[in-house]
């Protein structure tokens, strides 16, 4: 059996698409389309039904994935590596937001890169979730963490954590507040501080008002920032008021640097899921970090 004929197959399996297949190959959808019917000549068997929208697999379809994925994406290492790299040399890409992966996942992560014959490298790269994981379906990253649940067949997602979000601004900037003005469901005094925020659609201002005082943030960005890290520093600045991830302020509120301007009954929450290609758990070092990550996160909440 042709070794790329199975390599089209699996992504196809994965992609749940004969487009979305060829793209991630760099074939032709007819190519890919002429693939798996050779494939499926040779077999004897059909191993997708066709559908308006991809391909589903078939019983067939699902075992031949299941025998073939672990062992093609051991070749794909071996091919990237070298046949002599032992287990510690084995490199893990990691994608995600750049605040929560800095501050939450590499270091957890880097317990695994010791000299324990178990350890690997480590390499990290940052970006919102939509271009997280179209890299992890392209085959760029291992393993991703993201803001936002995938849909189809090609990456599995779990559930990592939930993330609380704190409403904080400086002392003297909290000072300035009337608070019999600022009730449970209501946020006038607000609307007369300066915000910051990472993008100029306010993202995290504009869902924290939406979740608590079911209205709509009314003073535009003043500071903006790509990087929650930066609005935290803006903020002890007293540049205005942000919505932050608790972890990211915790020790600031712990140390007057910023206080809570609001402590709705139900904080807003916002849910990261840890992200891979179907089948790539069968390789040791993915599926090591992604149980390490499990156990963090099992602290961290």
């Not at 190519?31 to 997708?48: H, K, Y």
């Not at 979740?211 to 002890?236: E, H, K, M, N, Q």
């Amino acid at each position: 059996m042709d070794l790329a004929l199975l390599r089209t197959f699996v992504t196809v399996h994965r992609a749940g698409s004969f487009t979305r297949a060829a793209a991630l190959l760099g074939l032709s959808q007819p190519a890919v389309t002429s693939q798996i019917r050779t494939l499926e000549r040779q077999l004897g068997r059909p191993l997708f039904l066709r559908q308006a929208r991809g391909v589903t697999p078939t019983t067939m379809g699902d075992e031949l994935a299941h025998k073939a994925a672990p062992h093609l994406d051991a070749l794909v290492e071996i091919a990237e590596t070298g046949p002599d790299s032992d287990a510690s040399l084995r490199t893990l890409h990691l994608a995600g937001p750049p605040e929560f992966t800095a501050e939450r996942a590499l270091p957890a992560l880097t317990e695994l890169t010791g000299e324990d014959g178990q350890g690997f490298a480590l390499r990290a790269s940052f970006g919102n979730a939509e271009e997280t994981l179209e890299g992890l379906a392209a085959g760029h990253h291992d393993l991703a963490i993201s803001t936002a649940r995938p849909r189809g067949a090609l990456l599995t997602a779990t559930t990592l954590c939930d993330e609380e979000h704190v409403l904080v601004a400086a002392p003297h900037r909290a000072e300035q507040l009337d608070p019999e003005k600022l009730g449970p469901k209501d946020a006038p005094a607000l609307d007369d501080l300066p915000v910051i925020e990472v993008h100029e659609s306010l993202p995290f201002v504009s869902r924290y008002w939406a979740s608590v005082f079911d209205s709509r943030p009314a003073a535009p960005g003043t500071v903006i920032v790509p990087d929650l890290r930066a609005v935290l520093a803006c903020a002890i600045a007293g540049a205005g008021l942000a919505v932050l991830p608790r972890y990211l302020c915790a020790l600031a509120l712990e140390r007057g640097e910023v206080v809570a301007l609001h402590e709705p009954a139900i904080p807003p929450l916002r849910t990261y899921f840890l992200v891979v290609r179907t089948g790539t758990l069968a390789m040791p070092h993915i599926a090591r970090a992604h149980e390490w990550l499990h156990r963090a996160a099992a602290i961290w909440g």
